[in-house]
């Protein structure tokens, strides 16, 4: 490093009047000293790039014992856990992945939002030894801002294959911080990695003095000094990277300083100022991303060296994988098979079909309904309260028997699928096949999960939603996952609907995909705003581990039992007030015409009506009636899509208000309600005229 | 003009779109740049070669980018799409796709375009 006159060591002695740039809000040696013990555990964060091994290294601290929710305000998981060692306990937090402090997504925003509100005693950073080049830089920023980082360079196993070899001594003594190799998958180094961190906490006096500082050139340090010498308040992370993230333009950091210094608007107006002055050339961001890659090239060189590929990544099976689900010859046939066997086949078939048989027809119709119903009978005369727990729409008969019997198995196995297609690492390249295709809808290819998920569970999906970039993405996505996207509940009753007549089933996935294509376009063209670009990582295709995917399927069947059910449970309580008061006659006696214009029998209007409540209620008493032979072949298509479209379910609806606000809600709720039966109508003539279903 | 079509007009003009473009004209469709990059003093003013002008398996090394906003300069950043930095072109279809050291990424057109490369 001897030509590199800008990387200096931070030396408590030389550059003493630099300790404010340390973590000087958090010196609290007092506190820290009693902590660590069960009851105050240390905390410790695992934060990088997103695809580094950050999951299997917290599953290999924190075992069985994880907590998986929502960041509070967002709907970023963050799971936590809790570990032991060396009779020290810590707080163990996964963080989302995140490729720097300046934060793009809604999941960046929540790990920086980890480190800067949470004061975390030991950052995780991990990076992937294949790439130290490039993830080298976030190092650096969490360095810069102070923070207690030991760095985990992951992946050692898939470099070593590769011939790059890591020299972590070399680079924790130019770094100043442990560096530790591990091959988390195989459990390599994770002995060491225990040993390090207890190290590390044990030496929290005097290692920020070892840490790293690098110098930036010099005009961009005078952009930083200034704003850095009025930075007055106490920060959980140091001034000078505050400072930098002021400049970089960050809208949460201003809104995060202005609350905390007293003379906010003078120095804010100073900020824009600098930023606009170095901005002339160069925006300051970039220049100081590139100052930041320069440093991190300086100081990988001879600490990561590469033999010529011995084998690369992209030969042998897995990488002909890789390159047949990313050329659009064989992706999207295999796009094709994926969703055939995964959906319709697992989800659909097993799901829908075999489980839900079994617990319907035989577990609740024959044990748990009867059982209810005596003992109801029995116990309580009044027939009002009677009328809330059993019968036809009781709680227990009907809201609990449909959340247990039909809600559960589907919406389970279709989570358990879209866990295993989410860490196999598949869904990037689902995203990046129909980018260009959902540009035309003003989404991009990102919206793909969301819209994925949709077809799980509408509510869940509309919470995500929330990782898409710009608003007018999020609204365009709400509104197709509230049009023209059926969950999985509503999905598995039409196919049972319609599975026997491919005529029928065919239509029906037409008229829902015009349905789905030309109300995006429409929106797209008429909501001002222009689609962001497109940019997705695609991390090499992998096994996927049971563990993760177990993990992930009951975090999110846990999240579903919680938050939905609940208001399913709540729904059955107002049909039974509805039908108490007479308030279901009249708004029956509203629907009737509409339905009956669609060339349906009046008596579906009971079907749109609970469809409201619950998208499977809907569809499931629309199957009832079909079993009654009450409806044609026709008529079982015209109201499957009309069914398809209306208005979404009272638990995606609330989401849908918390979301977007009410406003956007009740207009998105109010065009599905009128393209329903608008779709619905044409449907009805148009499969007249050709005459195709009886 | 309504007020969307001058809207969308803006847009396309920024973007270096051409009219009739698409499918037929060529994966590295459209001017180089949008026309502020061709202000003097700004760096899009040299043109070159950029990642969309490589063919499947081409590579090449970064000599800066042309990012039309703060928000794509993030992606950029968060890719190591950097100066110095060899990228090699994977494939255009249905976008581009592309190796920088171990790891691959999927681009849109209007980034892949703003890509410039060393002759």
């Excluded at chain 1, 930036?216 to 140091?238: F, H």
């Amino acid at each position: 490093m001897k030509d590199s006159g800008k990387i200096s060591r931070m030396t408590g002695e030389k550059q003493g009047m630099k300790e404010t740039q340390g973590r000087s809000g958090r010196g609290e040696p007092g506190r820290r000293a009693r902590r660590g013990n069960a009851d105050n555990p240390l905390k410790l964060a695992i934060v990088g790039n997103p695809n580094v091994g950050k999951s299997v290294i917290f599953n290999n601290f924190t075992g069985l014992y994880v907590t998986v929710s929502n960041y509070p305000g967002t709907t970023v998981e963050v799971s936590r856990g809790s570990t032991r060692i060396d009779g020290v306990d810590f707080e163990v937090i996964d963080t989302p992945g995140a490729y720097s402090l300046l934060p793009i997504t809604e999941e960046e925003r929540v790990t920086r939002r980890v480190l800067l509100e949470e004061s975390v005693d030991v950052v995780l950073h991990v990076i992937d030894a294949k790439n130290v080049n490039r993830m080298l830089p976030f190092t650096l920023q969490l360095i810069e801002a102070g923070l207690p980082v030991l760095l985990v360079v992951n992946m050692a196993d898939e470099a070593e294959r590769l011939g790059i070899e890591v020299d972590a001594g070399l680079l924790e003594g130019r770094l100043g911080v442990p560096v530790v190799l591990t091959a988390s998958t195989l459990g390599r180094g994770m002995d060491t990695l225990r040993r390090r961190i207890v190290e590390f906490i044990s030496t929290s006096a005097n290692r920020s003095a070892n840490q790293l500082r690098f110098a930036y050139s010099d005009r961009t340090e005078k952009a930083i000094a200034p704003v850095e010498a009025m930075l007055e308040a106490d920060y959980p992370i140091s001034r000078r990277a505050i400072a930098i993230m002021l400049l970089n333009g960050d809208d949460e950091i201003r809104a995060f300083v202005s609350k905390k210094e007293s003379h906010a608007r003078e120095l804010l107006g100073r900020v824009d100022e600098i930023a606009r002055e170095v901005g002339e050339v160069t925006p300051f961001a970039y220049s100081i991303a590139m100052e930041r890659q320069a440093a991190a090239v300086a100081l990988v060189k001879g600490a990561v060296t590469s033999n010529a590929h011995p084998r690369s990544a992209s030969t042998g099976f897995s990488g002909l994988l890789n390159r047949l689900t990313m050329n659009p010859l064989t992706g999207i046939p295999i796009l094709i098979l994926v969703l055939y066997f995964g959906l319709y086949r697992f989800v659909g078939g097993f799901g829908a079909g075999t489980v839900v048989d079994f617990l319907e027809t035989v577990v609740f119709e024959r044990w748990v309904n009867p059982f209810v119903d005596n003992l109801v009978r029995a116990f309580i005369p009044y027939e009002a309260i009677g009328s809330l727990l059993a019968g036809d729409y009781g709680v227990i008969t009907l809201g609990l028997r449909y959340a247990v019997a039909i809600v559960f198995p589907i919406v389970g196995s279709f989570f358990l699928v879209f866990s295993i297609i989410e860490d196999s690492g598949y869904l990037p390249r689902l995203a990046m096949l129909v980018d260009r295709v959902f540009k035309v809808i003003g989404l991009t290819g990102r919206s793909v999960i969301p819209i994925t998920l949709g077809f799980g569970c509408g509510t869940m999906a509309t919470l995500v939603t929330r990782t898409l970039e710009t608003r007018r993405e999020r609204v365009i996505a709400t509104l197709l996952l509230a049009l023209a996207i059926p969950c999985s509940a509503q999905l598995g009753v039409i196919m049972g609907l319609l599975a026997t007549r491919p005529v029928a089933l065919l239509t029906w996935m037409i008229f829902i995909g015009v349905a789905f294509v030309v109300t995006g376009r429409l929106a797209a063209i008429l909501l001002p705003g222009e689609s962001p670009s497109f940019y997705m990582e695609l991390p090499p295709l992998r096994l996927p581990s049971v563990s993760n995917v177990v993990s992930k399927t009951v975090a999110r069947m846990k999240w579903y039992f919680l938050e939905i059910v609940p208001i399913f449970v709540l729904a059955s309580v107002l049909i039974w007030f509805g039908k108490l008061t007479g308030l279901f006659d009249a708004a029956m006696r509203l629907i009737k015409p509409l339905v009956v214009a669609m060339g349906l029998p009046p008596e579906t209007a009971v079907a749109f009506l609970f469809g409201f409540f619950r998208r499977d209620y809907g569809a499931a008493g629309l199957y009832d009636l079909a079993k009654a032979g009450a409806l044609s072949g026709r008529q079982l298509v015209v109201a499957s899509i009309a069914l398809t479209l209306f208005i979404p379910c009272i638990a995606q609806f609330s989401v849908m208000i918390k979301e977007r606000g009410i406003g956007v809600a009740i207009l998105i709720a109010a065009f599905a309600f009128s393209a329903a039966f608008t779709v619905g109508y044409i449907a009805n003539l148009v499969l007249g005229f050709l005459g195709v279903i009886g | 003009m309504s007020a969307f079509v001058q809207e969308r007009h803006r847009y396309r003009h920024r973007r270096g779109w051409r009219w009739g473009g698409g499918w037929a004209g060529g994966w590295c469709r459209g001017r180089v740049g949008g026309p502020e990059s061709a202000a003097p003093g700004r760096p899009g003013a040299g043109r070159g070669r950029r990642l969309c002008d490589l063919g499947p398996g081409e590579e090449g090394e970064i000599a800066f980018v042309d990012a039309h906003s703060m928000r794509d300069l993030q992606k950029f950043m968060a890719m190591g799409v950097l100066p110095g930095a060899r990228v090699k072109l994977i494939q255009k279809l249905p976008v581009y796709v592309f190796r920088i050291g171990e790891s691959e990424f999927a681009i849109d057109d209007e980034l892949s375009r703003t890509i410039y490369l060393k002759a």
